[in-house]
């Protein structure tokens, strides 16, 4: 196998021997992950299993122990410009939204890439209503944050991560703050995303989400990666106890 | 009573003229580096952090006119070059009240979600952005009513000024007492002078709270 090969075998995000601790607690034990450009990756599993963590150390907003994390093949930097740099190429989506409060729903969407990539005003207003028509809140754009619904806020949220034109978005339990009948319409988006090729990597809880959308499951407990597999294999056929545990809790009812 | 004022006009006016003097170029200069010294203290280097809670600690427990007495007789003693009277004076006042503006910054900083910081990081802005485009101008909301306090107690404080030789309005009864003015009257038209000045800030007060209020 010659260089070239070894390099495409990395996928575009490649986690290697990622271990963290909060304190005594081990939250990421011996992480090995690799995510194919294109790829839809679901990660499932129990509350304080390290899912969200993982996510999070994707773009650093978790520092980790040890271990590598490579995007695109280059190593996370750990401080500075260049993980600015980094951070403006993988798209993120917050539980809670996290939509600057202060700014409109356009200016929500134009500020990256008119304060980081020093887009031209008109290009990016341009481009921001655009994102928002297609994530349906263009008639939206003129009001703030609070004056949104969850699921519009989520949308928002989406868009402003692909105003970036990132390498990868992750989404971090994207409807996990929302009512009930909010989650269909974020995942309505998502699931158009993956159709589009996005490289997603998502830590959610719903099921029918993964089932639909997603090109592999990666079941997560106690800080570990216990099963990866498609989603019908891991739904139907779930390998170790803990996934046939998990599983069985949630799809009972 | 009136002539107490009227007669010695010149003395109150230069005097608090060179009040509002030493008031707004300390002030200016405090907010600078007060809000420089309150990113230190957020800021991911160790390093400055540690250098602003130092400076914190240390200014904010020590006693103004020491802050003063420092700068006019310490540097003197060092054979530093001091500037003169008023820019040395600017320079105790600055030094003292940045390290209270620091820490009604930082406590601003604080009232923001940590999601704020975190989306903005997560589009690629850097410490100095995220801090300026999305933290500090929600925080100022909540800095208005204490920063506006550590103003006022600036405004006062500068009065601190007159034991070491500026002329400023706390001057006036020393100067007043050699003429055999009546001592009541005089801090009674100082006092005046004083609630004068801060009325501006009260009215400055109300009105960036009613602009930053939320929608």
């Keep these: ?253 | 009573m009136f002539s107490v004022l009227t007669d010695n006009w010149p003395l109150f006016r230069d005097g608090f003229w060179l009040t509002i003097r030493l008031f707004l170029v300390s002030g200016v200069l405090s907010l600078v580096f007060g809000t420089a010294l309150g990113a230190f203290r957020v800021s991911p280097v160790p390093a400055l952090r540690g250098f602003g809670t130092g400076y914190v600690n240390i200014l904010r427990n020590t006693p103004l006119t020491l802050v003063f007495a420092f700068l006019f007789f310490g540097a003197a003693k060092m054979d530093l070059a001091l500037p003169n009277p008023f820019w040395t004076a600017v320079g105790a006042l600055t030094i003292y009240t940045s390290a209270f503006i620091c820490e009604v910054v930082r406590s601003g900083v604080n009232t923001i979600a940590p999601g704020q910081a975190e989306a903005a990081r997560a589009v690629g802005m850097s410490f100095v952005q995220v801090l300026t485009i999305v933290v500090l101008p929600q925080a100022f909301r909540a800095i208005i009513p204490p920063l506006m306090s550590v103003l006022i107690a600036l405004l006062k404080n500068t009065t601190i000024a007159a034991g070491f030789s500026v002329v400023e309005a706390g001057s006036i009864p020393a100067a007043m007492s050699e003429r055999g003015e009546n001592q009541l009257v005089t801090l009674f038209w100082i006092t005046i002078g004083f609630l004068i000045l801060i009325v501006p800030l009260i009215f400055l007060q109300r009105w960036a709270e009613r602009r930053t209020a939320v929608a």
């Excluded at chain 1, 990622?18 to 599993?45: A, C, M, R, T, Y």
């Excluded at chain 1, 928002?132 to 868009?159: H, T």
């Excluded at chain 1, 597999?229 to 891991?234: R, W």
């Design chain 1, 1 to 253: 196998m010659s260089d070239s090969d070894t390099l495409t075998k990395t996928g575009l995000v490649a986690l290697t021997g990622v271990n963290k601790h909060f304190g005594e607690l081990h939250v990421l034990k011996d992480i090995n992950l690799s995510i194919d450009q294109g790829e839809v990756v679901v990660v499932i599993g129990p509350s304080g299993s390290g899912k969200s963590t993982l996510c999070r150390a994707i773009n650093r907003l978790e520092t980790i122990d040890s271990g590598n994390i490579l995007l695109d093949g280059q190593p996370l930097p750990s401080e500075g410009k260049a993980l600015a740099k980094l951070r403006a190429d993988v798209g993120m989506v917050f539980q809670s939204f996290n939509l600057f409060a202060h700014k409109t729903i356009l200016q929500n969407v134009t500020l990256g890439p008119l304060k980081v990539r020093k887009t031209d005003p008109k290009q990016a207003e341009q481009r921001a209503m655009e994102l928002l028509e297609r994530v349906g809140v263009a008639n939206q754009a003129s009001k703030y944050p609070a004056q949104l619904s969850g699921g519009q806020q989520q949308r928002v949220a989406i868009a402003r991560a692909l105003a970036m034109d990132p390498k990868v978005i992750l989404f971090d339990e994207p409807t996990s703050a929302l009512d009930p009948e909010m989650i269909q319409e974020v995942l309505e988006v998502m699931i158009d995303l993956a159709k589009q090729g996005m490289t997603m990597v998502v830590v959610t809880h719903e099921m029918g989400f993964a089932r639909t959308a997603a090109n592999r499951v990666v079941f997560m407990a106690d800080g570990e990666i216990v099963e990866e597999a498609t989603p019908e294999t891991f739904f139907t056929n779930p390998t170790s106890r803990r996934a046939q545990d998990f599983l069985g809790k949630i799809l009972k009812h």
